[in-house]
């Protein structure tokens, strides 16, 4: 069904390597958000995706919108300490239902 | 400023006690949602409204009740009856535009702990 796979589950790197995870899924997805949490803290939308191979940068952070529609990345170039968080994908697969990821546990050692 | 609050963070309640856990947005969002977060875990759907006076059923309801009497707040009540009511509970709100997609924005969580 509408499931989304988030991969990896956790990232243990070195400050200012890069990082990448992504989300699929088997079904289409119409828009893919990316949101990052702080421990303690409610998620924070970085990226939204709204169509096919769409490629958008906030900062440091890339993400793309696959081809498919069944998939999404994100990168994070030259990691620093305080990227440290739950990286979320979600996606919709029409207008009002949400789908989200189980998340990417990311530890930037300095 | 606009945002979401939810109230309190912390949260303290003896096993067999309702507790209801506050949420309020000043976004002007027709859409609000409840989510549970549980250790390692993503977010799981508890209840949502899309418009005042109407709420309805998430993926994992049981155990929990929803009011939406006014557009800018969605109490949810964790009764007696959720077996495992300890977790990190998240509110969210979105436009409800039926021509585009309602990104959700967050608030900053409530961690309930039942003793």
């Known amino acids: 069904g509408q499931q989304l796979n988030q991969s990896p589950q956790s990232m243990f790197i070195q400050e200012g390597e890069d990082v990448s995870m992504n989300c699929t899924s088997s079904?289409?997805?119409?828009?893919w958000l990316w949101y990052k949490q702080d421990p303690g803290e409610g998620p924070v939308l970085l990226i939204a995706?709204?169509?096919?191979?769409e490629l958008t940068s906030n900062g440091r952070l890339t993400a793309q919108f696959g081809i498919t529609r069944k998939d999404s990345f994100l990168n994070i170039s030259a990691s620093i300490p305080s990227d440290v968080g739950i990286y979320f994908c979600?996606?919709?697969?029409?207008?009002?239902?949400?789908?989200f990821g189980a998340g990417t546990r990311l530890t930037v050692k300095p | 400023d606009g945002g979401i609050t939810q109230s309190p963070k912390y949260l303290f309640r003896k096993e067999g006690q309702n507790v209801t856990l506050s949420c309020e947005q000043n976004?002007?969002?027709?859409?609000m949602y409840w989510y549970r977060q549980d250790p390692g875990q993503g977010l799981r759907l508890i209840y949502y409204?899309?418009?005042?006076?109407?709420?309805q059923k998430g993926d994992i309801a049981e155990g929990y009740s929803v009011s939406r009497e006014k557009k800018e707040s969605f109490p949810l009540t964790v009764t007696s009856a959720q077996k495992n009511p300890t977790a990190f509970y998240l509110c969210?709100?979105?436009?409800?535009?039926?021509?585009?997609?309602?990104?959700?924005?967050f608030g900053p969580g409530t961690r309930l702990t039942v003793l």
């Open positions: 409204s899309q418009i005042v006076n109407d709420f």
């Open positions: 079904s289409i997805f119409n828009t």
């Open positions: 969210a709100s979105s436009i409800n535009r039926l021509d585009a997609y309602n990104e959700q924005f």
């Open positions: 976004l002007n969002h027709d859409a």
């Open positions: 979600a996606g919709f697969y029409n207008n009002n239902d949400m789908r």
């Open positions: 995706l709204y169509k096919a191979g």
